[in-house]
């Protein structure tokens, strides 16, 4: 469950797995069009990679990066399994090509 930024009405979320449901994701309420807000803690990750550069120098450094990896980890998932919401802008994608078919029944 997630706050709607539009009405404040409680909207359920679909798991972060779950791509299609995001995808066509709206608030049951006011019918705006809801997208995930990208998790904050996604920014540690660029991180990681100097921390175990610098690891190499001590064990100490090397359990400070295991440590800051695995606080990584967890933040994101923790952020993805309580999203937070904000009101989509982009407008939805329009279909390349339309097909046009022969109705019979007319
Ligand atoms: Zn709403």
Redesign the pocket.
């Known amino acids: 469950m997630a706050m709607?930024?539009?009405?404040?009405?409680q909207?359920r979320t679909p798991s972060f797995l779950n791509l299609d449901g995001w995808k066509h994701l709206r608030?049951?309420?006011?019918?705006?069009r809801?997208e995930m807000k990208p998790p904050r803690s996604f920014l540690l990750g660029a991180l990681i990679a100097p921390l175990f550069v610098l690891a190499r120098q001590g064990q100490l450094f090397e359990i400070i990066a295991f440590v800051f990896l695995f606080a990584t980890i967890f933040l994101v998932l923790l952020e993805s399994s309580y999203p937070k919401l904000r009101l989509r802008k982009r407008p939805q994608a329009k279909p390349a090509v339309w097909l046009k078919f022969n109705n019979p029944l007319r």
Request: charged content about 15%; some cysteine.
């Open positions: 709607c930024p539009a009405c404040d009405h909207v608030c049951p309420y006011c019918k705006a809801l």
